[in-house]
């Protein structure tokens, strides 16, 4: 679901070394997935992406400023319109593309943002609101229009079967330990299949489609 961290729009005067900048948003994702924010720093940030201080606060005046464009570049992505004209496909890219995400380089850095939106508000609930609303809204979609095309019945619930096939995905990369993390970016696939079995199974039994 990401890609390397972009660049902020540079402002008047000398032009920006785009290489800086990129150095500088990999190194504050990396250090933030690390160490959370209580523990993030300016300098910290510049030793680890082997650039300047004086860059670096050229750049951004604020641990806040560096955090929140690094968080903008690599983890609020375009929205994703997946309509593929099956629930089941839908489903399919839906886990593939959570699953590329926690399993790629940002993916503790996510983790990490939705859980201290909790304990900085402030700072972090505008992002991860923008995030949280689009994904989910999207997702629920999903779910409506296969009940609109038959494929479950009217009474079935969005929340529930994206709770039940979210919370797994969730679930299976937090209890993986880290030794096996190749193994499961392997399995991916194979893995998604097998969910998406077991709650469509669930859920067309307990919301069977209308009878024609």
């Known amino acids: 679901m990401s890609t390397d961290p972009g660049m902020p729009v540079p402002g008047p005067g000398r032009p920006r070394d785009a290489e800086v900048d990129r150095k ?3 190194a504050a994702l990396a250090l933030y997935a690390e160490l959370g924010w209580a523990k993030f720093t300016l300098d910290a940030v510049a030793r680890r992406a082997g650039i300047g201080k004086a860059a670096l606060y050229r750049r951004w005046p604020s641990r806040e400023k560096l955090i929140a464009d690094a968080i903008e570049s690599a983890l ?6 997946i309509d593929t004209g099956t629930l089941r496909q839908d ?35 505008p992002v991860t609101g923008v995030i949280r609303k689009s994904r989910v809204l999207e997702a629920r979609q999903m779910i409506r229009r296969a009940i609109a095309r038959g494929e479950l019945g009217p ?11 979210l919370g797994a ?7 993986t330990p880290e030794e096996l993390r190749e193994d499961m970016r392997a399995q991916a696939p194979a893995y998604a299949d097998r969910l ?9 039994a307990l919301y069977p489609p209308a009878a024609d």
Do not use: K, N
Request: hydrophobic share 50%; charged share 15%.
């Open 24 to 26: 500088a948003l990999r």
């Open 76 to 81: 609020v992505v375009p929205s994703f319109d």
């Open 91 to 125: 489903l399919r890219e839906l886990i593939g593309s959570m699953l590329a995400h926690y399993l790629g380089p940002y993916g503790l850095a996510g983790l990490r943002l939705h859980v201290e939106a909790r304990a900085y508000p402030e700072l972090f609930s």
């Open 155 to 165: 009474g079935a619930s969005p929340t529930l079967i994206l709770d039940t096939l």
């Open 169 to 175: 995905v969730l679930q299976h990369v937090l209890a």
């Open 196 to 204: 998406i079995d077991f709650v469509l199974t669930a859920a067309t």
